[in-house]
């Protein structure tokens, strides 16, 4: 784990005898090294060239996808949101590093006090900070914005990343403080990271208010660097750089938001980005299915260096992608069930024959760091997880079971006859050729997908699980459609994935918590409502200690990979990334980030291409 860092001391001050320190770095645990704000962040370029336009494609780094959008709100539950609005038009009150997420930098606000009794937190804005209508950043917009945040219609996505503050007040212009609902140290993390926007924002041209969830159509009032430019249909949309953006000069924005323009177009049919991109109508892509980064990353445009592509490292968690159960269904209550179903995926033969070798096994939830569960539960693990046995599986108490493989003389058929096992203990017989409950119903999947690329794969857990004689289809829908019956948990199995957080936290009672499973737009797809599991997030977001929290991370990851939610499918430690030469990346890579962000945030275009580009 990449340890936390803490205000050096040249940075805190004392406004009072019995005050709390100022501080300008937040930071997750007291006992980490100590460091400074730096002058910039250090995978920013020093003086990176500026101008030029920044074209791209559909928001990959979304889960789900999004192919088109229909709202200016990205923190609707309602909708589909115009993409990459948060990273360019929205600002939060502090700046979390992408070498270290668990360190926060000064940026709507430039210090904080947090009380002794870490129920509170009291945030000054810096003076400076103007919204696009050139009005000064409030601590009214503040808690206006935190009211609007923490309540429907916002998306749980959204709302359940500030469930620990219990509430919001202005105590003058410019201060602010934030009560939490327990003294967890993550909680003023949570309040740095609240996305803050104008009251102006919901103010109608006759002095009126619109509602929150009536701004999906009005262009948002925010403190970022940019504005939206135009609009030709939902699938387009250009944003500009605010040439009064607030805070250009501000430590951690040096080196950022370069391109004068960023424009998106989306597309529904899947393999149109790959050709806008050849031709030069789309500047980077980010490429998730192996066969076409091996064989359609290629020709005269990369021979002659008008494009190129790169693999760039990613360090911390990985991804965890997997094939998701609803266990809002009956069918997949029981876990021999769940393990059974895992046991049709033949991962090594697709591995050798579809994705050239490039993928490794996913596990569990925290692959390659040390938050992933190993061997044995340790004395740590167990002191969390004895109190909760008559709620756990047994397996969980022994080595954690590594994913099945097929490698070997008939591993596949060793698999499938140890799935018939499984399901004829958990009550499935088959009869008139096909598995039956003792009721007679027939045991149906559906897999969802969009028939982007993982279709062929789904065929191969289709056939094989007909083999076990399950009626098992594939259904292709449109993305926006899926998306739809996602947010309200209308699907049996299909293929998600949770973008990796470098240090375990808020994420996980929106991914994995019993109050998410029951709330339409939450990320708890499976439907996880676990009481063992609950206790088990709630160690992690109150532990003490690096040495704590990795205890509990662990015990929570071996009760997830036990209880078999999905069946694990595959990651990379790197992205696939290619460009035109129009653009550039910067020096250094950080050690965790979302692809696009990276992209959108910190690359430039090539000095002579930018000078054109003002020139036209």
Same mark, same amino acid.
């Given at each position: =784990? ?253 080196? =950022? ?179 039956? /409950? ?32 399950? /009626? ?20 049996? =199995? ?123």
């Amino acid at each position: =784990m990449a340890h936390a860092t803490t205000l050096d001391a040249s940075r805190t001050t004392q406004t009072a005898p019995d005050a709390p320190p100022r501080q300008t770095t937040l930071t997750l645990f007291d006992d980490a090294r100590p460091a400074t704000v730096p002058a910039r962040l250090p995978y920013s370029d020093d003086a990176p060239s500026r101008g030029g336009t920044l074209r791209l494609t559909n928001y990959i780094d979304a889960t789900p996808i999004v192919t088109s959008y229909d709202s200016l709100n990205p923190f609707l539950l309602r909708g589909n949101a115009a993409p990459a609005a948060p990273i360019l038009m929205f600002e939060t009150l502090m700046q979390r590093s992408l070498d270290d997420v668990s360190t926060q930098y000064p940026l709507l606000a430039d210090r904080v006090a947090i009380a002794p009794d870490r129920l509170s937190a009291t945030f000054h804005l810096n003076p400076r900070a103007r919204f696009s209508n050139g009005k000064p950043v409030t601590a009214d917009d503040v808690v206006w914005s935190f009211e609007c945040l923490s309540h429907a219609p916002t998306s749980p996505f959204y709302s359940g990343r500030y469930a620990s503050i219990r509430a919001a007040h202005a105590l003058d212009a410019h201060t602010v403080r934030f009560d939490f609902r327990a003294a967890e140290r993550r909680a003023v993390l949570d309040a740095g990271d609240l996305y803050v926007f104008s009251r102006d924002w919901a103010r109608t041209p006759t002095g009126g208010q619109h509602s929150f969830d009536q701004l999906a159509t009005v262009s948002p009032i925010a403190s970022g660097p940019y504005l939206i430019a135009s609009r030709a249909s939902n699938r387009e949309i250009v944003y500009r750089r605010d040439p009064h953006y607030w805070g250009a000069d501000l430590p951690v924005r040096r080196g =950022m938001f370069n391109f004068d323009t960023v424009s998106f177009r989306l597309y529904s049919d899947a393999a149109a980005p790959l050709q806008a991109f050849r031709v030069g109508d789309i500047d980077a892509m980010f490429e998730g299915s192996a066969e076409q980064w091996t064989r359609n990353y290629s020709g005269p445009g990369f021979a002659a260096g008008t494009l190129h592509k790169q693999e760039f490292a990613e360090q911390g968690i990985s991804a965890a992608q997997g094939l998701f159960f609803n266990l809002r269904r009956k069918k997949f209550q029981d876990r021999r069930v769940r393990e059974a179903v895992g046991l049709a995926l033949d991962y090594e033969w697709i591995n050798r024959n579809m994705f050239f070798g490039q993928y490794e096994r996913s596990q569990g939830f925290f692959d390659d760091s040390e938050f992933a569960a190993r061997g044995a539960p340790g004395a740590d693990e167990l002191a969390l997880l004895e109190p909760l046995r008559a709620n756990l599986p047994p397996e969980v108490f022994g080595d954690v079971p590594p994913q099945p493989q097929t490698t070997g003389r008939n591993g596949l058929r060793r698999n499938l006859a140890r799935a018939e096992a499984l399901l004829e203990s958990a009550g499935w017989h088959y009869r008139d050729g096909v598995l039956r /409950d003792t009721s007679g119903v027939p045991f149906t999947i559906e897999l969802l997908d969009d028939g982007t690329g993982m279709q062929r794969i789904l065929m191969i857990i289709v056939r094989n699980l007909r083999m076990l004689g399950i /009626d098992a289809r594939l259904r292709i829908m449109d993305q926006t459609v899926i998306n739809e019956r996602l947010k309200h948990f209308d699907f049996d =199995m299909t293929t998600l994935g949770y973008r990796a957080a470098s240090v375990p936290g808020g994420e996980l009672a929106r991914r994995f918590g019993s109050e998410a499973a029951h709330t339409p737009g939450s990320e708890n797809y499976a439907g996880v409502a676990s009481p063992a599991v609950d206790a088990l997030i709630a160690e992690v977001q109150h532990a003490q200690s690096e040495h704590a929290l990795v205890a509990a991370s662990r015990a929570l990851d071996r009760v997830l990979r036990c209880e078999r939610i999905m069946v694990p499918e595959w990651h990379i430690t790197h992205a696939r990334v290619a460009w035109n030469r129009r653009i550039a990346p910067p020096a250094r890579v950080p050690k965790q980030y979302p692809w696009m962000d990276w992209v959108i945030g910190w690359w430039h275009a090539e000095p002579q291409n930018a000078h054109a580009q003002r020139q036209d």
